[in-house]
């Protein structure tokens, strides 16, 4: 690893960082990776990773009209979570459902704006940083084009999104960065992860960059990347091998399923109002069995 030069590390003394957002946290690919990352090499800095992600939430509180459930909305949960996980840094990354994936209205892109603000408000009142990421790009090229709508329809929703929403993301995404004066950090993965699908596609134009609306494991890469950089001013050379081939890392294995574990039990311990809950253990006992997991882990990197 290779500080930015003149920047100052924040490896010293570690962090714990809760992870608050919709499907693409909740799945936590990229969070994984950067727990994997610290554990390989810092091991005795005391870094925690909670992913409080729920899928299909919001921070606007909208939902689509034909939306099976009304979609989870951050500030029914939010102060409840900081309580209960006494974080020194909370990652907030919404977006991608939040303008119903619709064309842009200037009404929901207020409800979503006023519920950004509101949560970097709550999260420095509970004493913690706030680092805000903009939504990832929509990808129009790696859903099937059928279910693709264009301007002047009634409805939308995930299952048939507008074609261009891309650009309503880049909308919100362009004002989460001009938050740089209120929330402690704003980290761009909205153009890393363009660049990197443009990229691919210029060597295979077939190349899928997830389902349209999740990245694929690539572009969790490219968010753990980013996140690196920006949050801990580390960059990298070369793409880890536990990223490149996660099954054939005995440790990358064990964290995940200590991220499941501990993810599953912190997220059902908080509470939410997604109605498919996640096979949870009480959140003592998960904390007994991740030491048991981290035990393990440690073992394994002793030896190599």
Do not use: C
């Not at 991608?96 to 619709?102: F, K, L, Q, R, V």
């Not at 261009?164 to 919100?172: F, K, M, P, S, T």
């Not at 996660?246 to 109605?275: C, M, Y």
């Amino acid at each position: 690893m290779t500080p930015i030069e003149g920047e100052e590390s924040q490896l010293t003394g570690g962090k714990k960082i809760v992870f608050l957002g919709d499907s693409i946290t909740d799945e936590g690919t990229f969070i994984t990776y950067l727990d994997t990352y610290f554990e390989q090499r810092t091991s005795d800095i005391p870094f925690t990773f909670i992913n409080l992600g729920i899928s299909s939430e919001t921070a606007s509180g909208l939902t689509e009209a034909d939306h099976p459930f009304p979609r989870p909305y951050i500030h029914d949960r939010l102060a409840r979570a900081l309580q209960e996980s006494k974080p020194d840094w909370v990652v907030v990354g919404y977006g991608m459902n939040d303008g119903i994936y619709s064309p842009f209205l200037i009404e929901r892109f207020q409800a979503y704006q006023n519920g950004i603000l509101t949560a970097i408000r709550l999260i420095h009142q509970h004493g913690a940083k706030a680092i805000i990421m903009t939504p990832p790009p929509f990808d129009p090229e790696s859903m099937d084009a059928n279910v693709l709508l264009p301007d002047g329809q009634k409805d939308y929703s995930y299952k048939e999104p507008y074609a261009r929403y891309n650009d309503v993301l880049r909308h919100y995404a362009n004002w989460l960065l001009t938050l740089d004066s209120i929330a402690d950090e704003v980290v761009n993965i909205f153009d890393p992860l363009l660049q990197h699908r443009e990229s691919e596609r210029e060597m295979n134009p077939g190349y899928r960059s997830g389902d349209g609306i999740h990245p694929n494991s690539d572009g969790h890469w490219i968010m753990a990347k980013t996140l690196l950089s920006r949050l801990f001013h580390i960059t990298l050379e070369q793409v880890p091998d536990f990223v490149e081939h996660p099954d054939q890392s005995p440790i990358f294995q064990l964290i995940l399923q200590r991220q499941r574990l501990l993810g599953s039990a912190w997220k059902e311990h908080v509470g939410h109002t997604n109605p498919n809950k996640k096979e949870a253990l009480p959140l003592e006992l998960a904390f007994r069995k991740g030491e048991e997991i981290t035990m393990q882990i440690r073992m394994i990197a002793a030896k190599s």
